[in-house]
């Protein structure tokens, strides 16, 4: 009984279309006015009275084939003036039997209030005149009208029992037929097949009286099926459901076919036969779609035709309000020739004070100078302050991260001590701890990298079904943990090869699923991407990041993006810096795109955000890793040169579990002359170091050695430094502090 949502759109568009086209539209609804006039006998204002009967009996016939061709838009054209004929005739059959085909048409194509207040028109006027044949008549027509408006269930059935005795009395055997069939299917609706099965056995004995036509008998057989699915007897509802089918096949009757499959293969399900279920599922998708495209046709048409009536109309009225313009363009000649007078002396009056203005803009240019001078030196202030703030982030980063490798790497190592088994709780939490510190530090470091518009905008091709698949794989872990569902859902008219900046996007995702992947447990996360438009082979996307977590409060919505917001530290067991939708937000708005959130508590949160980029031609090189054996570190010779004491022995501690043969060089000078002396495998250079620093020990290295590796460890944001590194003869980077597995594999890599 509810109203579909695809009607809805239909509509919306159908009604965008006419506002493109008025005149079209009223030039056709013309010329189908016209055709239906053509097609009835002619009558004037001078016609008999049995010419108007004669010409409302072909009007009614013929508007009753329209109807049950499903061509409603000729119905609704000639509505007003078919209605306006029957009540000019005199004839109340014709007036209700006009209204019951416009009725029913209007109930086709969704517009339930016009059709019940013509059916409520003859339903009183019959009961005023007592003539029980009108009155059956219009509580039927009423009782179709509630049927497919949502909670008028109760009412409907009510009309249609009234109606029965009715019928009852008047013999009418076609009526009574519909009315407890339609009764029987609103009680199949109801879930009551005890009520549904008195009116099923009235209905089969009706049908045999007016000679079981099959589309009548189709939908019986239907109803039967229903019944006995409520009765969960999957067998005898099957084998009804193939009868509705069988009568169906090859006709017209394409709604109750549809109707027939849908029953067989819920029936099917309930049996849990789902390879036959499979092949019904086939079978009725091909007519649910000829279906669709059929009712979607004829309520645009239906629709054009009602608004290209009222076009008309409004045509009609725009005529007779231009011959009143006409009128009023003589009465404005008059009073332009007065404003004419009163825009010369307005123009003197502008000049007077333009002349007062200027005076008065050569002290303001004046002023103006004296703020631009106060505006520069601020800015240069500014300027000198972001610097300031660029390096003192740079430094604190640095002293932070020296340390927190050691407690990091200590930790890790003390972990893996077999005899520290009773303190690896205490272990766990110290080096959650650190790893919680290290968080914070690199979302401010990332946060202030995007206030001074820092970000290395490095455009790079990539394919996004790949890239979503490494991410959503990182989660591999935490997904497991909380027994969580990732769906990644990519839409067919998505280009894959994409080139933007794949670092921020990578970014932007990993903060989204990862928050999702926290929060929710025993969940769904569903991540999806679609194409909203494609413009100078720029693809506008838009993502979204879907959860079944526990959602958030709409007071909170607003304060989600600020910096160092929690939504409920005391109640969350996951307790984040409040960084990373900040840092969301600031990627998302200098890629220029939008984010926006949609959340209900206890059911969810919806994150949306839309990027644009280029659609790519080239192709995408595919970095395989090779596969690293550590046992290849064995017995190999590395020299760690580091000032830290902590840090030398973490890395001492990790290669020695390797076999790793290590030496230790306090700064860059002792390193030079170490790796002149000596032969080492490979050199682990720290960046920053007394007496000589690991750029410059790097470049007198290679003065004499250009092949041995050399790994540069550093705590300073990798960006600042990365092109110093490679330029100076580095062979690749490690950031501190470091994942062991990575740090191992980066040697390995650099060794083989």
């Known amino acids: 009984m509810k109203l579909p949502i695809r009607a809805l759109i239909l509509i919306i568009y159908c009604f965008h279309l006419h506002l493109?086209?008025?005149?079209?539209?009223?030039?056709?609804?013309?010329?189908?006015?016209?055709?239906?006039?053509?097609?009835?006998?002619?009558?004037?204002?001078?016609?008999?009275?049995?010419?108007?009967?004669?010409?409302?009996?072909a009007m009614i016939e013929l508007m009753s084939e329209e109807h049950y061709k499903a061509n409603y838009a000729p119905i609704l054209i000639y509505a007003d003036k078919g209605l306006a004929l029957a009540a000019k005739s005199n004839n109340p059959n014709h007036i209700h039997d006009t209204r019951?085909?416009?009725?029913?048409?209007?109930?086709?194509?969704?517009?339930?209030?016009?059709?019940?207040?013509?059916?409520?028109?003859?339903?009183?006027?019959?009961?005023?005149?007592?003539?029980?044949?009108?009155?059956?008549?219009?509580?039927?027509?009423?009782?179709?009208?509630?049927y497919y408006m949502e909670g008028y269930q109760s009412k409907t059935i009510s009309i249609y029992e009234e109606s029965i005795k009715i019928a009852e009395r008047l013999k009418d055997t076609t009526r009574l037929f519909i009315f407890h069939h339609n009764l029987a299917r609103a009680f199949n609706e109801n879930n009551n097949p005890n009520r549904s099965d008195y009116h099923i056995q009235k209905t089969a004995y009706y049908l045999n009286l007016i000679g079981n036509p099959p589309h009548f008998q189709a939908s019986h057989f239907h109803n039967v099926g229903r019944k006995f699915l409520l009765l969960n007897k999957p067998e005898e509802a099957i084998e009804n459901f193939k009868k509705t089918i069988a009568l169906c096949e090859n006709t017209n009757f394409t709604e109750a076919l549809v109707e027939g499959y849908t029953g067989y293969r819920e029936a099917l399900e309930l049996k849990k036969d789902y390879k036959k279920f499979y092949e019904i599922n086939k079978i009725l998708k091909v007519y649910e779609e000829?279906?669709?495209?059929?009712?979607?046709?004829?309520?645009?048409?239906a629709v054009n035709a009602k608004l290209n009536v009222?076009?008309?109309?409004?045509?009609?009225?725009?005529?007779?309000?231009?011959?009143?313009?006409?009128?009023?363009?003589?009465?404005?000649?008059?009073?332009?020739?007065?404003?004419?007078?009163?825009?010369?002396?307005?123009?003197?009056?502008?000049?007077?004070?333009?002349?007062?203005?200027?005076?008065?803009?050569?002290?303001?240019?004046?002023?103006?100078?004296?703020?631009?001078?106060?505006?520069?030196?601020?800015?240069?202030?500014?300027?000198?302050?972001?610097?300031?703030?660029?390096?003192?982030?740079?430094?604190?980063?640095h002293e932070l991260r020296t340390p927190l490798y050691g407690v990091i790497g200590l930790s890790s190592i003390l972990l893996e001590n077999e005899d520290l088994k009773k303190h690896e709780k205490?272990?766990?939490?110290?080096?959650?701890?650190?790893?919680?510190?290290?968080?914070?530090?690199?979302?401010?470091?990332h946060i202030n990298k995007i206030e001074n518009k820092n970000f290395v905008e490095e455009d790079s091709t990539f394919n996004l079904k790949t890239l979503t698949s490494r991410i959503v794989s990182s989660f591999e872990y935490i997904t497991l943990q909380h027994e969580n569902e990732i769906n990644v859902t990519l839409h067919e008219d998505v280009p894959l090869l994409l080139k933007c900046n794949q670092v921020r996007l990578?970014?932007?995702?990993?903060?989204?699923?990862?928050?999702?992947?926290?929060?929710?447990?025993?969940?769904?996360?569903?991540?999806?991407?679609?194409?909203?438009?494609?413009?100078?082979?720029?693809?506008?996307?838009?993502?979204?990041?879907?959860?079944?977590?526990?959602?958030?409060e709409k007071a909170k919505l607003t304060h989600i993006f600020n910096e160092f917001a929690q939504i409920d530290p005391a109640s969350s067991a996951y307790q984040g810096t409040g960084l990373g939708l900040p840092i969301v937000k600031k990627l998302i708005e200098q890629a220029n795109g939008t984010i926006t959130v949609e959340s209900e508590?206890?059911?969810?949160?919806?994150f949306t955000f839309t990027m644009s980029m280029h659609i790519s031609n080239e192709t995408v090189?595919?970095?395989?890793?090779?596969?690293?054996?550590?046992?290849?570190?064995?017995?190999?010779?590395?020299?760690?040169?580091?000032?830290?004491?902590?840090?030398?022995?973490?890395?001492?501690?990790?290669?020695?579990?390797?076999?790793?043969?290590?030496?230790?060089?306090?700064?860059?000078?002792?390193?030079?002359?170490?790796?002149?002396?000596?032969?080492?495998?490979?050199?682990?250079?720290?960046?920053?170091?007394?007496?000589?620093?690991?750029?410059?020990?790097?470049?007198?290295?290679?003065?004499?050695?250009?092949?041995?590796?050399?790994?540069?460890?550093?705590?300073?944001?990798?960006?600042?430094?990365?092109n110093q590194i490679f330029e100076c003869g580095m062979n690749d980077i490690i950031l501190k502090p470091y994942d062991i597995d990575l740090f191992k594999k980066t040697i390995a890599a650099n060794l083989k």
């Open 100 to 146: 019951g085909v416009v009725g029913n048409t209007l109930i086709k194509v969704k517009d339930s209030l016009k059709a019940k207040r013509l059916f409520l028109k003859s339903l009183a006027y019959a009961e005023k005149t007592n003539d029980s044949s009108l009155i059956l008549k219009s509580k039927g027509n009423l009782a179709n009208v509630y």
């Open 506 to 552: 990578s970014q932007i995702l990993m903060n989204l699923i990862g928050n999702a992947c926290k929060f929710t447990e025993k969940g769904k996360i569903d991540i999806i991407v679609e194409l909203l438009e494609i413009k100078d082979a720029i693809a506008k996307l838009k993502f979204t990041v879907k959860d079944t977590g526990p959602g958030i």
């Open 426 to 445: 205490d272990l766990k939490s110290l080096k959650f701890s650190a790893n919680y510190l290290l968080t914070l530090v690199n979302d401010l470091l």
């Open 20 to 57: 493109q086209g008025q005149t079209q539209n009223v030039d056709s609804n013309s010329n189908n006015l016209n055709s239906i006039l053509d097609a009835l006998p002619k009558i004037s204002q001078d016609s008999t009275k049995a010419e108007i009967t004669t010409h409302v009996d």
């Open 310 to 397: 009222e076009r008309y109309k409004n045509q009609i009225k725009t005529n007779e309000l231009e011959k009143e313009l006409l009128v009023e363009q003589a009465e404005r000649r008059n009073i332009f020739f007065i404003l004419s007078i009163a825009t010369v002396a307005f123009l003197i009056l502008i000049l007077v004070i333009t002349y007062v203005s200027s005076k008065r803009r050569k002290v303001l240019v004046e002023d103006l100078k004296i703020k631009n001078k106060q505006y520069l030196t601020a800015k240069k202030e500014s300027e000198e302050f972001a610097k300031t703030k660029t390096k003192f982030f740079a430094t604190v980063s």
């Open 601 to 606: 508590l206890g059911k969810g949160s919806t």
């Open 621 to 722: 090189e595919q970095n395989i890793s090779p596969i690293l054996d550590f046992k290849q570190l064995e017995f190999k010779k590395v020299l760690i040169v580091e000032d830290n004491r902590i840090n030398q022995t973490v890395t001492k501690r990790i290669l020695d579990s390797e076999g790793v043969i290590c030496s230790i060089a306090e700064d860059g000078e002792k390193a030079v002359e170490a790796v002149r002396q000596s032969t080492f495998d490979l050199v682990l250079m720290d960046i920053n170091m007394p007496v000589k620093n690991g750029i410059e020990a790097t470049k007198d290295i290679r003065q004499f050695n250009t092949t041995i590796p050399i790994i540069a460890l550093t705590a300073v944001d990798i960006e600042e430094q990365k």
């Open 290 to 301: 000829g279906k669709e495209e059929s009712e979607a046709k004829n309520i645009i048409d």
